[in-house]
């Protein structure tokens, strides 16, 4: 069945560095890829996402880059603040439906 | 109030009790979704609605029941649940089916006991 991978699970960086995190997925008629960021105790929030006909899309510190033939597709963050702490989910999708990402949670040390 | 609202926050049922959640949205989207998030798993995709008709049972138990009313409100009927039903149930909407982004509401936290 249709499914995503993500990594990695658990993610731990210093205050001004990246971060990044991978996802693969095996739909390979899948168009649309969102990234969802979920603090704790809150709702998942699109923070970015990307169509198949963009292999790249940045808006200010974070960024999105997708590879159809690997079918993978990598979120970016740089210089990486401790409110970026949280969860991060990516999913793929095509006509309405997303599949998920298992998650990755990122911490940010001061 | 705007976006994605859903009742109640937290929920807890016994096994034999029959509940229901309660989804919302005020942003004139036309599908709705039912997502299940457990502790260390993916986010599930469980119903999907469009126009008000289901499109999507993604082999979910019969225990869960889904209802959609109108493109604005979307149920979802609990009974005779397991404790391994324990999990953040989420609701979203996008617009049409294209693949758009979802806004999800906040969840209701359920506990069986």
């Known amino acids: 069945g249709e499914n995503v991978e993500q990594h990695p699970s658990t993610l731990s960086v210093q205050e001004g560095d990246s971060a990044v995190i991978k996802c693969t997925y095996s739909?390979?008629?899948?168009?649309?890829f969102p990234w969802y960021k979920q603090e704790l105790g809150k709702r998942p929030q699109l923070i970015i996402d990307i169509r198949s006909n963009v292999g790249e899309k940045k808006d200010q510190r974070i960024a999105v880059t997708l590879n159809k033939t690997a079918k993978h597709f990598s979120l970016h963050i740089t210089e990486t603040q401790p409110e970026d702490s949280a969860v991060y989910f990516c999913a793929a999708g095509n006509t309405g439906k997303l599949i998920f990402g298992q998650g990755t949670t990122l911490q940010v040390k001061p | 109030e705007t976006g994605v609202t859903q009742t109640p926050r937290h929920l807890v049922m016994g096994m034999t009790n029959k509940k229901s959640l309660k989804c919302e949205q005020h942003l004139g989207h036309n599908a709705m979704y039912w997502y299940k998030q457990s502790a260390k798993k993916p986010l599930e995709l469980m119903f999907v609605y469009s126009l008000e008709e289901r499109v999507e049972n993604n082999s979910v138990p019969s225990r869960f029941s889904p209802e959609c009313p109108n493109s604005s409100h979307l149920f979802l009927h609990l009974h005779t649940l397991q404790p391994e039903d324990s999990a953040l149930y989420l609701c979203?909407?996008?617009?049409?089916?294209?693949?758009?982004?979802?806004?999800f509401g906040s969840g209701t936290r359920l506990t069986v006991v």
């Open positions: 739909d390979s008629a899948s168009n649309y």
């Open positions: 979203a909407s996008s617009q049409d089916r294209a693949p758009n982004g979802y806004t």
